[in-house]
């Protein structure tokens, strides 16, 4: 085998075993190997290679390096013309020197930068060289990362999908130069590809699929690997399941075809972390992996750069992507991604794990040789601080949407369902909505204008399709009613929806009624509330009810 170290050999072949040992990588860290993965003929997939593996874990955990890539003239007027066409470069990192790594820029709308910028590359180190690698990786990124100052999302991200079980590529950080200009701080990641897939999965021969720039799983997307003819039969079969018009053919369909427990883990993961521009939401940013040991597609997140952003992300959303929209439409699925929300909320999606992510970054670059002297190493610190900041924001929201989800209605025997929280709406404004108990100690919902406006008790439901009618007793005491569009007065309704019922005045208790149809399953929030210019209304929370009609 051919070495492309261009200094004399530091680690003698006795030691080479040792070579992620902390001593051997603070003094040399990048050094480069090209020993291919062995494969195992008689079942065609990849055994792991151990030393690579030890290697590129040390990469990532160890002090972030230095990258000087140096790229020739006419390759470099290549790249001006054909920016995804790779050329050659000669590649330094460190102390390190790697011949022939094919090199393109990389980035969509928002990170697309050319050659003679900042531009996002792509480094592919054994294309024309097989068997090189940096220091057990074959193939990197290095990502400008200019909507993320902190260059740290892509990292805290990383983990946390790592942690739950979901495959994902590695980051870190690097300073980057190119033909002796300084780029700056830079985040790298380890490319999707075989060696990635080995990593994950016992066996790597199958389709890999680029997502592409907002396209769906109905289209043909490209094959980044696999072998056997790129037909997209696999795909097309996992479009067929999701397209099932009944649900319970559906269910079954897609159960077959998709790994479901990691798809709800991999999409309550991106509700969580905020990502607006992922697959489950934005049909963008994503890998998908049909896996042959399984025989069921797998998906892998992408592109975390712009997370923890959004001031509030609803937990109980609409998904674009449209294995999400399709899977999530059927309650044994939704309340499964309800439980994985819930759970990595116990156990992964933590402040702590987070913020030791972000410091044990920051001690890298600090411990980094190829820090020393650099003005740069601190101007993320701020940015650093501010998604520390949206994080603890997060992680306080998300606690609060899951204690307030929906809950699916439990119906008994009589086809009825009643509230056990109402919660107030409006409690400072012109209508205060208090809990209190009548003369004979009974709790009651009251609602009292002060001054013109509406308040209201709020319960929520996810409700099946049927007829229903929602019912509560009540009273009133000098109620002077506004008319609006939603109603006049006392009344029970929909959130969204009028009312007709209604009580003003001065009455004794009666039942209020408010009748709705429900054509599919969905979620409901119910109003018990007060419209006045001034007076009194109460409800008496235990007769509230959801009855089913015939």
Not at 311 to 317: E, F, K, V
């Amino acid at each position: 085998m051919t070495t492309f170290l261009r200094f004399p050999a530091i680690l003698p072949g006795v030691l080479f075993a040792l070579f992620a040992t902390a001593r051997i990588l603070a003094a040399d860290p990048a050094t480069p190997t090209n020993a291919p993965a062995t494969a195992n003929p008689s079942t065609n997939s990849v055994v792991k290679d151990s030393k690579h593996a030890r290697e590129s874990d040390a990469f990532f955990a160890g002090p972030i390096q230095a990258f000087d890539l140096r790229i020739g003239k006419a390759a470099m007027d290549s790249l001006r013309r054909q920016p995804r066409t790779p050329v050659a470069a000669t590649v330094f990192v460190g102390t390190n020197r790697f011949e022939s790594v094919l090199v393109h820029v990389k980035g969509a709308a928002g990170s697309s930068r050319s050659i003679d910028d900042n531009p996002a590359l792509t480094l592919n180190f054994d294309k024309q060289n097989p068997g090189q690698r940096l220091q057990g990786l074959d193939k990197i990124h290095l990502n400008n990362s200019v909507q993320d100052p902190s260059r740290l999302s892509e990292m805290v991200c990383s983990d946390l999908y790592l942690a739950a079980g979901i495959p994902t590529p590695r980051a870190t950080q690097a300073f980057v130069k190119l033909n002796g200009r300084d780029l700056g701080l830079y985040v790298l990641k380890e490319g999707f590809n075989k060696s990635f897939l080995a990593r994950h999965f016992t066996n790597r021969t199958g389709n890999l699929y680029d997502g592409g720039f907002l396209r769906d799983i109905d289209q043909d997307l490209e094959r980044d690997s696999g072998e056997g003819p790129d037909t997209h039969a696999d795909l097309h079969k996992l479009h067929a399941a999701a397209a099932i018009g009944d649900g319970q053919r559906r269910k079954a369909a897609l159960s077959a075809v998709l790994d479901m427990d990691r798809f709800a883990t991999y999409t309550a993961m991106q509700v969580l972390t905020e990502d607006w521009d992922g697959y489950a939401c934005n049909r963008n940013n994503y890998r998908i992996y049909h896996d042959p040991g399984s025989d069921k597609f797998v998906f892998f997140p992408h592109g975390m750069d712009q997370m923890f952003d959004r001031g509030g992300m609803p937990l109980q959303r609409n998904f674009a992507g449209l294995v999400a929209e399709r899977t999530f439409q059927i309650a044994e699925f939704r309340e499964l991604y309800w439980q994985k929300v819930a759970s990595l909320m116990d156990t992964v999606f933590t402040t702590q794990r987070m913020f030791a992510v972000i410091d044990a970054a920051a001690k890298r670059r600090i411990e980094s040789p190829a820090a020393k002297g650099r003005n740069d190493v601190h101007e993320s610190d701020d940015a650093a601080r501010e998604l520390k900041n949206r994080i603890a924001f997060r992680v306080r929201n998300a606690r609060e949407q899951l204690g307030q989800r929906p809950r699916p209605a439990n119906f008994d025997a009589k086809g009825e369902f009643r509230f056990a929280n109402w919660s107030t709406h409006s409690e400072d404004g012109p209508v205060k909505a208090t809990r209190v108990t009548d003369k004979e100690g009974h709790p009651v919902l009251q609602l009292s204008a002060k001054t013109g406006g509406a308040g209201s008790f709020r319960a929520r439901a996810r409700l099946p399709a049927g007829h229903y009618k929602f019912e509560a007793k009540a009273t009133t005491v000098d109620v002077v009613p506004l008319q609006d569009e939603r109603g006049r007065g006392l009344g029970l309704r929909l959130s969204g929806g009028p009312r007709t019922n209604q009580m003003t005045g001065t009455t004794g208790w009666q039942v209020l009624s408010h009748e709705f149809v429900l054509d599919s399953e969905g979620d409901v929030e119910l109003v018990g509330e007060l419209r006045a210019a001034s007076g009194t209304g109460w409800f008496d929370p235990a007769s509230m009810v959801v009855r089913k009609v015939p």
